[in-house]
């Protein structure tokens, strides 16, 4: 893999209400951890998914990228910065974000991994079909979940370009039904493939 760059981005704009601190704060803190114990090389906090993807191909842009970490918000199938959903659609030709995505993808390693910490992203039908079409557009790995994270983080899963899913269509659904989902469970220890907030990679197994 080289001396390709390690990144994270954290959504700055979960900042909570009054005296109740938002994730922003937990997000912030957690890169801040990873960059001193030497587990990503850079992080940068945006409130819109163009801001995200700029700062991703403007860093060190003469060094190729390993590795993205995401941190913020999910949902079945996608991820969010604000109430901004990132999706399958910022895949399609003359999408906003195709141009931002383009770039970051000539600059990923041939293996290098998008990580989504995100609830739920890798979850139900939606999920399913997130992953395989933005494995297939990078080329590349990306990482998620099925369950709604947090300290434990759960359903973590790795899907490869040309792999179908391997991880089941109802892994973490607690209500409604793999094509209309409607609420997941919480992480825990002894759910599927649970790590914690602390795992600075992901389990070759999984």
């Known amino acids: 893999m080289g001396d390709g760059l390690r990144l ?78 990132l999706d399958r659609s910022a895949l399609s030709p003359g999408h906003p974000h195709r141009r931002r995505l383009e770039s970051v993808r000539e600059r990923m390693q041939p293996d290098g991994l998008w990580w989504f910490r995100t609830c739920e992203t890798f979850g139900a039908e939606r999920g399913h079909d997130f992953a395989q079409a933005w494995c297939e557009f990078f080329g590349g790995r990306a990482a998620g979940h099925t369950f709604i994270i947090g300290p434990w983080q759960s359903g973590l899963h790795v899907l490869g370009a040309g792999d179908r899913p391997h991880w089941p269509v ?21 759910a599927p493939n649970t790590i914690t907030c602390l795992h600075g990679t992901i389990p070759e197994t999984f």
């Open 170 to 190: 109802d892994e973490g659904l607690r209500e409604g039904t793999p094509s209309e989902p409607k609420r997941a469970f919480w992480s825990r220890p002894g």
């Open 8 to 85: 994270m981005i954290y959504d700055r704009t979960c900042r909570g209400r009054r005296f109740l601190p938002g994730l922003t704060h937990s997000w912030l803190v957690g890169g801040y951890l990873y960059r001193f114990l030497g587990r990503i090389d850079a992080f940068a906090g945006a409130s819109s998914w163009a801001e995200a993807l700029e700062w991703v191909g403007d860093v060190a842009p003469s060094r190729p990228i390993r590795e993205i970490q995401f941190w913020g918000h999910g949902k079945w199938g996608l991820a969010r910065i604000a109430r901004e959903p």
